[in-house]
C-alpha cells in the first residue's frame, strides 16, 4: 500500500523558478525523507526530516513538515537545468517493522 | 569507497529461466532492502534484511527468494521468471533499520533492467 502521495505528479517550469512539491501520507512517522532519481540512475538521498521538526534546510533545498496535516513540501529555489529529475518522498513509518515506504514520484522538468 | 554496486546493469531472460540478481555494498550496513519499479507504481519493497542470517518479506516477495549470510551480500533470485517481473531493480542499504527511531538513510544501487520475454 503507498504511504506517501506526492503531488503534483508531473511539474515543468523556467530556469530560476521555484519548484514546490508536496506529499501526504496516512500513519505516524518516525521521519520523512525526499530522494532524487536521475533518469536511469538509482535514487540518491536529498533530506530527512524528524516527526518532532517542522523546517530544514538543505542548499537550495526547503522541507517543512505538518505533522497534523500528515503532509510535507519541498521546495527547491532558483531552480537549475540539472534539478530535471524525479522527485520522490519516503515515509519512516512508526511501528512498521522495518520498512520505507515510497511514494509513486513527482517528474520535475526544468526548462533552460 | 564503491557504495551498493549491482550486477548485472541489463538482463534478458526467457519465461521460465532463473537468475540471481547480485547487490554489495562496502559500508558495513546492516540493513539491505530489495524494490522493484514500475511505471506509475513508484518503488515497491520486494524483500528486505535487518542483518546477516535475518530476512523477510516486504510488499510484493512472490515469485523472489533472498538470502543473508554475510554483512556485504544481498542477493535477489527469480526462481521462475515471468513477463510480469519485467522491471527495474533496485538494491539499497542503510546503516539502521526504519522503524529503528534513528536516521535510516537509504543508498541505493544503479538498479538492474530486466525483461522477462
Known amino acids: 500500500s503507498q504511504q506517501g502521495e506526492e503531488d503534483p505528479q508531473a511539474l515543468s517550469i523556467q530556469e530560476g523558478e521555484n519548484a514546490t512539491m508536496n506529499c501526504s501520507y496516512k500513519?505516524?512517522?518516525?521521519?520523512l525523507q525526499w530522494y532524487r532519481q536521475n533518469s536511469g540512475r538509482g535514487l540518491v538521498h536529498l533530506i530527512l526530516?524528524?516527526?518532532?521538526?517542522r523546517e530544514k534546510h538543505s542548499g537550495r533545498l526547503r522541507v517543512t513538515l505538518d505533522t497534523s496535516k500528515k503532509s510535507s513540501s519541498l521546495l527547491i529555489t532558483a531552480s537549475r537545468a540539472a534539478d530535471t529529475a524525479s522527485y520522490f518522498c519516503?515515509?519512516?513509518?512508526?511501528?512498521?517493522?522495518?520498512?520505507?515506504?515510497f511514494g509513486k514520484g513527482i517528474t520535475l522538468s526544468v526548462r533552460p | 569507497n564503491a557504495g551498493v554496486t549491482q550486477t548485472p546493469k541489463f538482463q534478458v531472460l526467457k519465461t521460465g529461466q532463473s537468475m540471481t540478481l547480485q547487490c554489495a555494498q562496502d559500508m558495513n550496513h546492516e540493513y539491505m532492502s530489495w524494490y522493484r519499479q514500475d511505471p506509475g507504481m513508484g518503488l515497491r519493497l520486494i524483500h528486505y534484511?535487518?542483518?546477516?542470517?535475518?530476512?523477510d518479506q516486504g510488499e510484493v516477495p512472490n515469485g523472489y527468494n533472498v538470502s543473508r549470510s554475510t554483512t556485504e551480500d544481498f542477493p535477489l533470485r527469480l526462481l521462475s521468471a515471468a513477463p510480469s517481473q519485467t522491471s527495474v531493480y533496485f538494491c539499497?542499504?542503510?546503516?539502521?533499520?526504519?522503524?529503528?527511531?534513528?536516521?535510516?538513510?537509504?543508498?541505493f544501487g544503479a538498479g538492474t533492467r530486466l525483461s522477462v520475454l
Open positions: 539499497a542499504s542503510s546503516y539502521s533499520r526504519p522503524g529503528s527511531g534513528t536516521k535510516n538513510i537509504q543508498y
Open positions: 519516503a515515509t519512516d513509518e512508526m511501528g512498521a517493522n522495518s520498512k520505507l515506504t
Open positions: 500513519t505516524s512517522i518516525n521521519n
Open positions: 526530516i524528524r516527526s518532532n521538526e
Open positions: 534484511s535487518v542483518g546477516a542470517g535475518i530476512t
